[in-house]
């Protein structure tokens, strides 16, 4: 890290030395902006964490966060990308063990609001396919769809958010999230079709991922992802 941006990001720090005098005296006043825009990009980015941690520790967690993490793009709204990880070993924030996933479910919306856009698959062909070559299939999908598992109920706790009437229950949740239109759209996954859904997300033919899950809906689960248009090529290279 240059002195330069390390003054920027340490309130209290004396401007670098060798920045003319004129630029020194609006340093603070840079500084301060630098802060603030990123602070801002992070409220954007994790709605729900704010909510759950309130504005106040949020902006103090903030201010520790872009001390360690300099963006690492150009499109400040991508900001913030190792938050999650950042969340694992921030002390103060301990007592909420379930926010790292809150904050993966998060930036995988982000993720999937930025990713380029696909045409989904015509399930026509899916079902044009015989047995055989079904079973021995595997699904690619849209650049778009993230697959996000918790031991947390983190589907239910961003629903739950600003309702105070809902209360959720702390059970595992596994979450789909698909842009099906233009904004990422999340669909909370069943139980018993959770280990398919990753198992098809992660590659796996259709018949493969099929035995290994028998308590899984698999008409259910393709029903899911082709309906959210979660899926946009089938594959059998990988099996030929």
Known sequence: MT???????????????????????????????????LTEALETAFPVVRSLVGDTFFKAMAGVFLRCHLPGD??????????????????????????????????????????????????AKLMALTEEDLLETSLIFAPATRLRRSKWPIHSIC??????TLKP?????????????????????????????????????LGQAASTHPEADLSDVLGILLGQGAVTILDR???E
């Open 3 to 37: 002195s330069f941006v390390s003054a920027l990001l340490h309130p209290g720090s004396a401007p670098p030395s060798d920045i003319s005098a004129a630029t020194r005296d609006r340093f603070d006043v840079y500084r301060n902006n630098v802060a603030v825009s």
């Open 74 to 123: 150009p499109r400040l709204a991508l900001y913030g990308r190792e938050m999650p990880a950042f969340l694992e070993t921030f002390a103060p924030a301990k007592d909420l063990p379930y926010l790292p996933d809150i904050a993966r479910l998060e930036q995988a919306l982000r993720e999937s609001y930025h990713a380029a856009d696909a045409v989904p698959l015509d399930p």
């Open 159 to 164: 629903k739950a958010r600003g309702d105070t």
């Open 169 to 205: 229950q702390m059970t595992a949740e596994t979450v789909l999230i698909t842009r099906p239109g233009y904004d990422p759209r999340m669909t909370l996954i069943a139980p018993k079709n959770a280990g398919l859904v990753d198992a098809l997300y992660r590659g796996q033919p």
């Open 237 to 239: 290279k990988a099996n």
